[in-house]
């Protein structure tokens, strides 16, 4: 059973940077793709993820956080990143790691999910 746990999540400023981490474990194929979901207060978990890394490294973001978000992983460490920069108010939202040994890329339909973690941009 794949688990994943978040971290990283906070409050800060407009403007302001946060990094997300998600340490997997579990799962014994060495080929996994990974992404983040985000739920913003009052709403549905998007159906879209904000941005997807798949089995050979490529990434894929959501136009609301290209050029601001960056998605990596760290293999020899079973953890997935999510650098968050000039973050903005409208990006407050839990937010979701979620895999799958099939499915890859912002719409896919990822069958493992961790409990989330929340962040907070203040105006």
């Known amino acids: 059973q794949v688990q994943l746990v978040e971290s990283g999540g906070g409050s800060v400023q407009a403007g302001g940077s946060l990094r997300l981490s998600c340490a997997a474990s579990?799962?014994?194929?060495?080929?996994?793709?990974m992404g983040w979901f985000r739920q913003a207060p009052g709403k549905e978990r998007e159906g879209e993820g904000v941005?997807?890394?798949?089995?050979?490294?490529?990434?894929s973001y959501a136009d609301a956080v290209k050029g601001r978000f960056t998605i990596s992983q760290d293999n020899a460490k079973n953890t997935l990143y999510l650098q968050m920069n000039s973050l903005k108010p409208e990006d407050t939202a839990m937010y979701y790691c979620?895999?799958?040994?099939?499915?890859?890329?912002?719409?896919?339909?990822?069958?493992?999910w961790g409990q989330g973690t929340q962040v907070t941009v203040s105006s």
């Open positions: 979620a895999a799958d040994m099939i499915g890859c890329g912002l719409s896919a339909e990822y069958n493992y």
């Open positions: 579990g799962y014994t194929r060495s080929r996994i793709c």
């Open positions: 941005a997807a890394i798949d089995f050979d490294g490529n990434t």
